[in-house]
Every structure is written in C-alpha cells, then in structure tokens.
C-alpha cells in the first residue's frame, strides 16, 4: 500500500457548550450513560466558548493517541476509549461504498478549548461532541449522532445539535432510544442572551461523574426529582421555549437549579460546588427581579459555581452593569465575549441589598444561543501532516 493510501485526512471541527435548564444528573446505566430522566438546554455560541478537534488515522500509526489541550492523555482506556469504539461500530456497519477510512487504523486525536477545563463550564460536552463530529466526519458515519457522543458524556449528546434541545432518557435497555433531538433551531429566540459569570476556572474538588454516581446511591430527593419534578416541569419549559415565554422559562430555569443543588447537599457526603459568589449572584438575580416585578434575568449553575443567566436583550446592558459594579476588581478584560452598551440606572442600584465582593467574579461573557459542530478548514488543523500536535502544552 502506498504512503498516500495509507494515510486518511484530517479532519478539524468545533463544537459548542451547552447549558442545561432541565438537569442531567443520575444514570440508571453507568456503562451506557443513560440518564435517570429527561433533560433540556439551550446551545451556546461558539463563537466564545467552544472545544476544537483535529483528527486522522493512519496504518502505519502504532496506538490511538489523543493530545487535550497540549497535553498527552491516555486513549486506551475510559470515556475515550469507549466513545472511539462506538464509532467505529457505526463506521464498520457501513456498506463497502461508504465507508471513508480502515477503522482497523490507529487514529491520532488533538482536542483543545478555548475556556477553561473541568470548571463547572461543560468542557466535557463540547469537547466529546467535538471528538465524535469530527470522527463521524472521518469515517463517513452519517445521520444522528448523538447516541455515539452521549458514549462519551452524557451531557454531550446535547451539544451535536444547535439552539434549544431535549435529550430524551429512552426506556430500551440498550440505549438505542437515549437520544438528542433539537427542540428550536437558536434563530427561533433571536432575543436571548446569555452572561456567563465565571467565579473560578479551576478544577472542582468532586468531578460531575463521580458526585453524580454518589448521588444515585444516596439521595432520596433524586428519586423524588426524576419522577414528581422533571416530567411537568420539561412539558412546561418545552412549550415556554415554543412560545417565547421568557416569565415561565425563567421560573423553571431557576427552580430546577435550586433544586439540582439541593440534591448535591442531599448527597452523602455532600457535593458542595456553589460557593459565596455564586449565592451573591442568585440573589443579585432575585433582587432585580423583584424590583421590576417580572423575571429580567433567571440563573442556573450546573456542577460548579459558575452561574449561567439567561435574559432577554433589553437588559444586558442594566445586569452586566450591576455585575461589572458589585463583582469586578477593575479588570479591564471583566467583559468579555459580544460588544455590549453598559446601562447604570441608580434607582435600580439603591433598591438592591447586595454586598460587593471585588474580585468575586474573574470574568463575565457575554454570548447568545448557537448552532451545533461546524467543520472547519485545512489551515485550522491543530494536527500536522504526520499526524502529530502543531504545539504541545509548556
């Protein structure tokens, strides 16, 4: 076989974070990843936040090897291992005609985001979603590929569709109906924005697998949440996201959140991911809307203390003001993400209790809801022509 034939392109993709509203937090399947009930969440721009994936395969590679942010991780074993298998599954099952690339070659995969890892930020979604995109991409895997990416973190089945989606739990034992499914392209709520208030971007003490897992095992009012909350509660958010109800989407959001926390309290011994910023922002979210007697703005925190605050246009200015005033050190950088007019309104600032915390938050970025993986070019490769890292972490 020549050099040439030997040797399969190389395939780069981004793809994007997605915030869930309806939390993903139990499996009844620790193998399968299959969730103990329904979630749904919106897809943010990649534009600001996403995770970057080159990927190539070749038969003179001796081992699959994968490159995260730099750094050589292990890829025989795991959540990566798994993913990659599953791929190649659905590549092998193709028709001779189809298929693109030997899925009997060694792949070499790089993979890199451009905000912060483990963070409470859904590094993981973005990134397996990235890797499975782009390997769907490489060996011609054609179709919905959310099952394949869901193999790799749950959350990330969400994050191979764009704008507001539902992940649906399933009830086969195999997993075959635990699926992705769009809800609402992004365009459908042109107003929405979003501000991520990032309290810290470093590694969290207890991972999301393994407080969810502990969970499982000790949380009554999980079990309660999974049958009594999340069916109504999904009904509801799904027809506030049809009809552009931001009043009931936003009581939801919160609620949910509250009560995903609570859960992680209800844990033994506890997962605590919040911290005292991040209970300053949701009460700096309650306030405001309290003083206009309407949801401005809803939060949520996945498993981290970083909030997520869902609102509609008119008033990002008015909160990434408030943020910037109780939270910002006088960073220069503390706005960050899409241009945004501040708006100061001081009747707003004297009608609210809220102590300032300089510092308390590193930054905030301002984004909307966005579209799903993208291919991108040639240029864009983080991967060289032999199949190795363009740059490797310092």
Same mark, same amino acid.
Request: with cysteine; aromatic share 6%; net charge neutral.
């Given at each position: 076989?020549?050099?040439?034939?030997?040797?399969?392109?190389?395939? !780069?993709?981004?793809?994007?974070?997605?915030?869930?509203?309806i939390k993903y937090w139990g499996k009844r399947d620790e193998s399968l990843?299959?969730?103990? $009930?329904?979630?749904?969440?919106?897809?943010?721009?990649?534009?600001?936040?996403?995770?970057? !994936?080159?990927? !190539?395969?070749?038969? $003179?590679?001796?081992?699959?090897?994968?490159?995260?942010?730099? *750094?050589?991780?292990? +890829?025989?074993?795991?959540?990566? %291992?798994?993913?990659?298998?599953?791929?190649?599954?659905?590549?092998?099952?193709?028709?001779?005609?189809? +298929?693109?690339?030997?899925?009997?070659?060694?792949?070499?995969?790089?993979?890199?985001?451009?905000?912060?890892? +483990?963070?409470?930020?859904?590094?993981?979604?973005?990134?397996?979603?990235?890797?499975?995109?782009?390997?769907?991409?490489?060996?011609?895997?054609?179709?919905?590929?959310?099952?394949?990416?869901?193999?790799?973190?749950?959350?990330?089945?969400?994050?191979?569709?764009?704008?507001?989606?539902?992940?649906? @739990?399933?009830? @086969?034992?195999?997993?075959?109906?635990?699926?992705?499914? #769009?809800?609402?392209?992004?365009?459908?709520?042109?107003? @929405?924005?979003?501000?991520?208030?990032?309290?810290?971007?470093? #590694?969290?003490?207890?991972?999301?697998?393994?407080?969810?897992?502990?969970?499982?095992?000790?949380?009554?009012?999980?079990?309660?949440? %999974?049958?009594?909350?999340?069916?109504?509660?999904?009904?509801?958010?799904?027809?506030?996201?049809?009809?552009?109800?931001? #009043?009931?989407?936003?009581?939801?959001?919160?609620?949910?959140?509250?009560?995903?926390? +609570?859960?992680?309290?209800?844990?033994?011994?506890?997962?605590?991911? @919040?911290?005292?910023?991040?209970?300053?922002?949701?009460?700096?979210?309650? #306030?405001?809307?309290?003083?206009?007697?309407? =949801?401005?703005?809803?939060?949520?925190?996945?498993?981290?203390?970083?909030?997520?605050?869902?609102?509609?246009? =008119?008033?990002?200015?008015?909160?990434?003001?408030?943020?910037?005033?109780?939270?910002?050190?006088?960073?220069?950088?503390f706005l960050r993400g899409n241009a945004l007019e501040l708006e100061s309104? *001081?009747?707003?600032?004297? %009608?609210?209790?809220?102590?300032?915390?300089?510092?308390?938050?590193?930054?905030?970025?301002? !984004?909307?809801?966005?579209?799903?993986?993208?291919v991108l070019g040639e240029h864009e490769a983080l991967l060289d022509k $032999?199949?190795?890292? =363009?740059?490797?972490?310092?």
């Open positions: 076989m020549s050099e040439e034939a030997a040797a399969a392109p190389i395939i !780069t993709c981004t793809a994007p974070v997605n915030i869930a509203v990843i299959l969730p103990i $009930n329904d979630s749904v969440s919106v897809t943010l721009s990649s534009d600001q936040m996403h995770a970057k !994936t080159s990927v !190539t395969a070749n038969a $003179n590679f001796s081992c699959d090897r994968i490159w995260l942010n730099g *750094k050589e991780e292990t +890829a025989s074993s795991g959540r990566l %291992a798994s993913c990659l298998a599953s791929v190649r599954r659905a590549a092998a099952s193709l028709s001779v005609s189809s +298929a693109k690339v030997n899925t009997k070659w060694k792949v070499h995969i790089c993979s890199e985001n451009n905000f912060p890892t +483990a963070a409470g930020l859904a590094s993981s979604a973005a990134g397996y979603a990235c890797l499975v995109a782009a390997l769907c991409r490489l060996y011609g895997v054609e179709g919905d590929i959310s099952a394949l990416a869901r193999r790799g973190s749950g959350s990330a089945c969400r994050s191979v569709l764009g704008g507001f989606v539902r992940w649906h @739990m399933g009830n @086969m034992e195999d997993g075959r109906d635990s699926i992705a499914v #769009q809800l609402r392209p992004a365009s459908h709520w042109p107003g @929405m924005r979003v501000l991520i208030c990032v309290a810290s971007d470093t #590694q969290k003490k207890t991972s999301s697998s393994v407080g969810m897992k502990n969970s499982v095992k000790t949380s009554e009012l999980l079990k309660y949440r %999974a049958e009594y909350s999340v069916p109504p509660r999904t009904d509801t958010i799904v027809k506030a996201i049809e009809e552009r109800d931001f #009043q009931t989407f936003a009581d939801i959001t919160i609620k949910d959140s509250n009560q995903f926390h +609570a859960i992680c309290q209800d844990t033994y011994p506890p997962c605590v991911y @919040m911290n005292p910023t991040s209970h300053t922002v949701s009460s700096l979210v309650h #306030q405001i809307n309290d003083h206009f007697g309407e =949801k401005v703005a809803c939060y949520t925190f996945d498993a981290g203390p970083n909030a997520c605050i869902f609102l509609l246009e =008119k008033y990002v200015g008015l909160v990434a003001s408030l943020l910037q005033h109780f939270f910002s050190d006088g960073n220069e950088e309104r *001081k009747e707003v600032l004297e %009608a609210l209790d809220v102590t300032s915390n300089p510092g308390g938050l590193k930054y905030v970025i301002h !984004t909307r809801p966005g579209e799903g993986p993208e $032999n199949g190795m890292p =363009k740059k490797f972490a310092v």
